[in-house]
């Protein structure tokens, strides 16, 4: 497995318009890790995430997506990053299944419906799987979102508070797949409020401050000629 991050930030100060909300964070993940964000409402670990991932724009640093910049339309970026962050995004008109076999075609996945029907039954969709991704309750849509997202093939995974709206059982399941894709190569991005999910997928847990402040991980890595 290699040890060159799949993602690494340097210095970034995350904000909106010019102003920070964040203090200067870096850290790194490589292949085989899962770095967890956590801190209180309102410390920025969202920010962050987005940041890091070019959903919104940094202040000031730098980030790195396999040593390259970190371009959301490229198509290192589209092959390389699943992100699942706090909105319903589903195509209009389509079946909760069929839209899981979509996600998995347009990513070159063989056998997507027989793949997009394990997924359904393992989020517990079975009952809801020709419904329109609309017609869903809050917590089922979000495990219609998590299985997307874990579906396709990604080598960064990146999840924002994936647990909310999820039950104990299914927050569980979420655990037990997290660690099986950590496990298999992929670098995870994680913020969340469970301690226990932090506690069972994180190899590094991070804690930010009230002002947005993250320990540095990484501030032996050769950063020059990223």
Same mark, same amino acid.
């Given at each position: 497995?290699?040890?060159?991050?799949?993602?690494?930030?340097?210095?970034l100060?995350?904000?909106?318009?010019?102003?920070?909300?964040?203090?200067?964070?870096?850290?790194? $993940?490589?292949?085989?890790?899962?770095? #967890? +964000? @956590? &801190?209180?409402?309102? /410390?920025?670990?969202?920010? =962050?995430?987005?940041? *890091?991932?070019?959903?919104?724009?940094?202040?000031?640093?730098?980030?790195?997506?396999?040593?390259?910049?970190?371009v959301?339309?490229?198509?290192?970026?589209?092959?390389?990053?699943?992100?699942?962050?706090?909105?319903?995004?589903?195509?209009?008109?389509?079946? $909760?299944?069929?839209?899981?076999?979509? #996600? +998995? @075609? &347009?990513?070159?996945? /063989?056998?997507?419906?027989? =793949?997009?029907?394990? *997924?359904?039954e393992?989020?517990?969709?079975?009952?809801?799987?020709e419904?329109?991704?609309?017609?869903?309750?809050?917590?089922?849509?979000?495990?219609?979102?998590l299985?997307?997202?874990?579906?396709?093939?990604?080598?960064?995974?990146v999840?924002?508070?994936?647990?909310?709206?999820?039950?104990?059982?299914?927050?569980?399941?979420?655990a037990?797949?997290?660690?099986?894709?950590?496990e298999a190569? *992929?670098?995870?991005l994680?913020?969340?409020?469970?301690?226990?999910?932090?506690?069972?997928?994180?190899?590094?847990v991070?804690?930010?401050?009230?002002?947005?402040?993250?320990?540095?991980?990484v501030?032996d890595?050769?950063?020059?000629?990223?």
């Open positions: 497995m290699s040890s060159a991050p799949v993602l690494s930030v340097r210095e100060v995350c904000g909106y318009a010019g102003v920070p909300v964040t203090a200067g964070v870096s850290f790194a $993940v490589r292949p085989g890790e899962a770095v #967890v +964000l @956590r &801190g209180v409402n309102g /410390a920025g670990k969202s920010t =962050v995430l987005r940041t *890091a991932v070019a959903q919104q724009a940094p202040v000031s640093g730098n980030r790195w997506l396999k040593g390259g910049p970190v959301e339309n490229s198509l290192v970026y589209r092959r390389a990053v699943s992100c699942l962050f706090d909105e319903d995004a589903f195509l209009p008109g389509v079946s $909760v299944g069929h839209h899981l076999e979509l #996600v +998995l @075609r &347009g990513h070159g996945v /063989a056998n997507a419906p027989e =793949v997009a029907a394990r *997924a359904v393992e989020f517990g969709l079975q009952d809801r799987v419904a329109s991704p609309f017609a869903l309750s809050s917590g089922q849509r979000r495990r219609a979102l299985a997307a997202a874990l579906i396709r093939p990604f080598e960064l995974l999840l924002d508070e994936p647990e909310q709206r999820l039950d104990a059982l299914m927050r569980s399941r979420l037990d797949r997290l660690v099986v894709a950590r190569g *992929a670098g995870l994680i913020a969340t409020h469970d301690a226990s999910l932090a506690a069972a997928v994180g190899t590094t991070l804690t930010m401050d009230s002002d947005g402040a993250l320990p540095s991980v501030a890595v050769p950063w020059e000629g990223q």
